[in-house]
């Protein structure tokens, strides 16, 4: 199977690097992205092929992933379109509709939405998948191929919760390097050096996390068990209770929700 991407950064980056990892071929993956930094960058360090626009080579290909941000998608898709007959199309934008993709692709449907996160750079991220219905088996089967590399995967029953996915697990990542941050600047605060903070902080929501999935308990449940009575883990939790800790994180949620709608409304005017 042959890939190619549209927009070689972040996202890009980390779906080759868990692809590779994973057993692809870097002779079967293909980039092409504006910046000669960033076309080094992917050279050396996948030693994919990559070029600077749109040619023949570069649409030779089963799936091609579209992965430049949703303001350049329009602009980033003129080139293709017309171009395109057999290949399956998965937009990783957030926000973007199918209907607008193929619209500026001058009309073609062969479309999957997919929402990865960059955990998959260590082949364990989450994706949610939507594909147009005129997208055959063989097209679903080849677009999570790619992403079951790289992680877990669901398909999606309606295009509109697309953009609860990306609240939830496309953004989630940040959520948690923040809520990392503030453990370790708790820990420094109480005296540890920057490297012991780290350490505690990371190691500890690894080792919650690693629990939390192979239990068969909610995280509710695991979360009592380490709360004793009169004790330290209850101070904690009366204390962020109280500073409306629960209802701050399904607030921010609710608000990359809004934001991924907003996103495919106003570009989707184009
Ligand atoms: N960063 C994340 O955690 C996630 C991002 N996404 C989605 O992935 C997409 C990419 O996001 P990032 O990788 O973070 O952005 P990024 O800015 O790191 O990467 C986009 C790349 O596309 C290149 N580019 C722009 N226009 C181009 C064109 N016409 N032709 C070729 N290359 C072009 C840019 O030079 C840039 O390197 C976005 O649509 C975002 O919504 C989805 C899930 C998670
Ligand atoms: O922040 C964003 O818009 C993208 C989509 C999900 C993660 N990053």
């Known amino acids: 199977m042959r890939i190619s991407f549209l927009g070689g950064g972040n996202m890009a980056s980390a779906l080759i690097g868990g692809m590779l990892e994973r057993g692809f071929a870097a002779a079967d993956i293909q980039v092409v992205e504006l910046q000669e930094e960033g076309r080094k960058r992917l050279a050396e360090r996948f030693g994919v092929r990559t070029v600077g626009a749109v040619d023949d080579a570069l649409l030779d290909c089963d799936v091609l992933v579209l992965a430049v941000k949703p303001q350049q998608m329009k602009a980033a898709l003129a080139p293709l379109a017309g171009r395109l007959a057999r290949q399956v199309v998965v937009s990783i934008a957030a926000g973007l509709r199918l209907a607008d993709i193929g619209r500026w692709l001058g009309g073609y449907a062969r479309l999957v939405r997919v929402m990865p996160n960059t955990p998959a750079l260590i082949g364990a991220g989450v994706s949610g998948l939507y594909a147009d219905p005129s997208v055959d088996a063989a097209g679903r089967a080849a677009t999570e191929r790619v992403l079951a590399a790289v992680g877990s995967t669901a398909w999606i029953a309606e295009e509109a919760q697309m953009d609860a996915v990306t609240a939830v697990s ?101």
């Open 170 to 270: 496309g953004s989630g990542p940040a959520y948690v390097f923040h809520f990392i941050e503030a453990l370790e600047a708790a820990g420094a605060s109480l005296g540890f050096d920057a490297a012991t903070a780290r350490k505690l902080a990371i190691d500890t929501v690894l080792g919650a996390a690693k629990l939390a999935a192979g239990s068969d308990e909610a995280p509710g449940v695991l979360r009592e068990r380490v709360t004793s009575k009169g004790g330290t883990t209850e101070a904690a939790l009366a204390s962020m209770q109280a500073s409306g800790f629960f209802d701050t994180i399904v607030a921010a949620v609710k608000a990359a929700e809004v934001r991924g709608r907003e996103l495919g409304e106003q570009l989707g005017r184009d």
